[in-house]
């Protein structure tokens, strides 16, 4: 080989060489692009993640906690199920929701310190503040596709027992020698009155702008009522109003408070957690979320709950047991509660 072919040839592996180094470099140049852009992302949705769980407070710690025991019983019972999937996309979407109005709100009051109130702040200030209340309800609705996730038959006969043993009667039958049109439609106004204990409660904390207050309430409200459906789950009860059909006389007439009521369980009643009542673990956790924030309130709220109380077995929706056990949860709600709500970040920055 000639000299001049000698040099072509070692400018050709030069050439070589120096275009699999800038392969090389430009790969390793992508690469840590490529690294440094996944570690953006990444940081990106840990600092996301993280103001979105400080946008939250105790009232979501509750809320979160007993959809994600709800879902576990869904995964562990799915056979007990008809539709498993399509419940726990449900849990799914729900908490979603909740998350997002959280750290949407948040975003809003930022934007509002820096900039000044506007329109959209205070929109969703007010859902922050008021969707509580429809996620009691969409729980309370939910239950009636868990009453028999776990336990395939009902529990009744235990609570008419217990209800004969401490009365000496059967008390929803007893009561009916005392039915008239207006004591029916008395009870049925005091049985209506539990939709307000809340609504008024919370209304008169948010228009003080006692956000802890107002969140606390709603927390107490939470942690009863979640331990009530739990309760619930586990030990189904179809109440008085179907086990012990046709053991009375007539139905119960009266006037327009009996419509009403008689309109709003045809079509939202749930045939299945009974005990402990909803009703009373609700009204029990307002009222004393009332005696702790609003003394004046609770005086004015008594003798209505005591009503209310009476009212359910009156109706024929609730056993006497239902009764004491909506009593001791919602008391149970308002003591862990009031422990819940020392802890801190319990009441969101951008919730008050």
Not at 98 to 109: K, P
């Amino acid at each position: 080989m000639n000299g001049r072919a000698r040099r072509g040839s070692r400018e050709v592996a030069v050439t070589l060489a120096w275009r699999r180094g800038a392969t090389a470099a430009r790969s390793a140049e992508s690469a840590r692009q490529l690294d440094f852009e996944a570690e953006g992302i990444a940081a990106l949705v840990q600092r996301e993640l993280a103001a979105t769980w400080a946008a939250c407070g105790a009232f979501e710690w509750v809320a979160l906690g007993y959809l994600g025991v709800s879902s576990s019983l869904i995964v562990f019972f799915a056979e007990n199920l008809a539709h498993p999937l399509r419940l726990a996309g449900v849990q799914f979407l729900v908490a979603t929701l909740i998350l997002v109005l959280c750290r949407v709100e948040a975003r809003a009051a930022d934007h509002a310190r820096q900039n000044g109130e506007t329109f959209s702040a205070r929109w969703w200030h007010f859902w922050r503040h008021w969707y509580p209340h429809l996620f009691f309800l969409f729980c309370f609705e939910e239950l009636a596709k868990f009453v028999h996730l776990v336990n395939p038959g009902w529990e009744d006969a235990k609570l008419i027992a217990f209800d004969h043993w401490i009365t000496g009667v059967h008390p929803t039958v007893w009561l009916e020698q005392f039915a008239t049109p207006a004591r029916n439609e008395f009870m049925q106004f005091a049985y209506l009155t539990y939709f307000a204990y809340l609504l008024v409660l919370g209304g008169v904390l948010y228009y003080r702008r006692d956000w802890r207050g107002y969140w606390s309430v709603m927390t107490y409200s939470a942690l009863g009522y979640t331990m009530g459906y739990v309760i619930a789950i586990f030990f189904p009860i179809e109440s008085p109003w179907f086990a012990m059909a046709g053991a009375w006389q007539g139905e119960l007439r009266g006037g327009m408070f009996t419509t009403a009521i008689n309109f709003i369980e045809h079509f939202g009643r749930v045939r299945g957690a009974a005990f402990p009542s909803e009703h009373v673990a609700g009204s029990f956790a307002a009222l004393w979320g009332a005696w702790r924030h609003r003394r004046w309130l609770f005086w004015a709220m008594l003798p209505l709950v005591l009503c209310m109380c009476a009212s359910t077995v009156w109706g024929r929706y609730h056993y006497v047991a239902d009764i004491l056990g909506g009593i001791v949860t919602g008391t149970l709600g308002y003591v862990i509660g009031v422990w819940v709500m020392r802890k801190r970040g319990a009441v969101a920055a951008s919730a008050e």
